[in-house]
C-alpha cells in the first residue's frame, strides 16, 4: 500500500510530500531530500524537530510511567503546572487537555460558570479561529467553515476585529465573556492593536465579563514573550496555550485566575488523557529547553530581519505580525501557487489566504536559516509570478 493512498478522511489537502525524520529546521522526506520548515507544524516544533531535550525527557519518563489518569497526582502535572504559573507572573490555575480547541472548550465553560449560568454569551472576532469542536467552531468567526455542521451551539457572537465600538455595543445582560486571539492566525495573523486589547480589559472590568485569550497560536514564544499578552501589557481573566507546548506532543492548556479557576469543583469538567505523566514531561522539557537555550529573547530580532528580508522581496506588498509568527502578504492572490512553487525550492511555507503566506518557523532558526528562507521564497515567488 502506497503511503499516500492510506484510507484517512479526507479533512486535508494534503502535499505529496512523506516526512521521515526532521531535526532543528530540517525536515527530510522519504526520497531523502532536505525541506527549511518555515512553518513548525503551524506553529508547533518550536524547540525545534526532534529537539533531544525533550525526546530524552519523554523517553525517561515513558519507561517510568504513563498513565494513571486525572484521578491521582503525578509529580510532572504539578511541576508543569507550577512552571505555568511563574511564566505568567505568579498567577494562574491549569487545567489541562488535549489539543487547542479542547483548552478553548474549557474556557467557554469555565467562563459560563463562573458568570452562574446567568449570563452565557460569549462576544468573538469575525476572522477568528478558536478550534473544530461543535462550540470552538461556533466560537469561529468564519461562517464557511460552520457549513453543514448547523445548527451550532448558540451564544456566540461575532463583531469585526480591533473594534472596541462593536464590542462595546454587543455587550448585554446576558453576556459572559469576551473572547479573542492577540493575533488571528488563521486568519491571515493580522495583530490586535494595543488600544483595542486595553479597551476590551476595560470593557470586561465594566461590565464584570471575562476576557479570554486565545494563545493557542501566540503562545509559548511565538511572539517573543512567552504569552502575547505581556508584550501588549494586558492581562485577561482566562487564556489557553496548546500547539508549542508540548513540541509537537497533544497538550492543551487552559488557564485562569484563581478566582476564575475556582469557579470549578469535582465533576464540573474532565478528560481521560490530560495532564497525563507523558505530556507533562515533554511540555515541562519543552519550556526549561526553550528558557535555557535563551530562546524567546531572540525571537523579535529574527522576526525583524524576517521583515527586512521580505520587504525586498517583489510581489511581497505588506509583512505583518510579532516576532517569529509573520504573514507576507502579496500583491496578488497566488499564495496556493506559491505553497506548490517553495516546495520545489525545498522550502514549507504555508498559504493560509488566497494573498498570504504564514511563516512560523520553528523558534530555533538561525540568521542564515533566515537568509536560506528569504532566498528560496524568493525563488519560489519568482517563478510563480512567471509560469
Ligand atoms: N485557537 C487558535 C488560535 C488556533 O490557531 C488553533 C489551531 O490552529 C486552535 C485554537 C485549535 O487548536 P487545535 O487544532 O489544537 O485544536
Redesign the pocket.
Known sequence: MSIQNAPLMQTYGRAPLTFISGKGCILTDSKGDEYLDALAG?AVVSAGHSNSFVAEAISKQAQKLQHVSNLFWTEPMALLAKKLRELTGGWGQVFYAN???EA?ECAIKLARLWANNSKYKIICAEGS????TLATLAATGQPAKWKGFEPLPIGFVHVPFNDLEAFANAIDDQTAAIMV?PIQ??NGVIPATEDFLKGLRKLCDKHNIALIF?E??TGVGRTGSWWAFQQYGVEPDIFTS??ALGNGLPI?ACIAKDDFGQSFKPGHHGTTFGGGPLICSAALATLEYLEQENVIPAVNDKGSLIQELFSKIPGVIQVRGRGLMQAAILQEPIAKEIEKNAIEQKLIINAVRDNALRITPPLVITNEEIQLLAKRLNAAIEKTLHQ
Not at 129 to 132: E, I, M, N, P, V
Request: proline share 0%; hydrophobic share 30%; charged share 30%.
Open positions: 503551524i489539543s487547542g480547541a478553548n479561529f478558536h478550534g473544530r486571539e492566525g488563521e486565545d493557542v497560536q496548546a500547539k492543551g
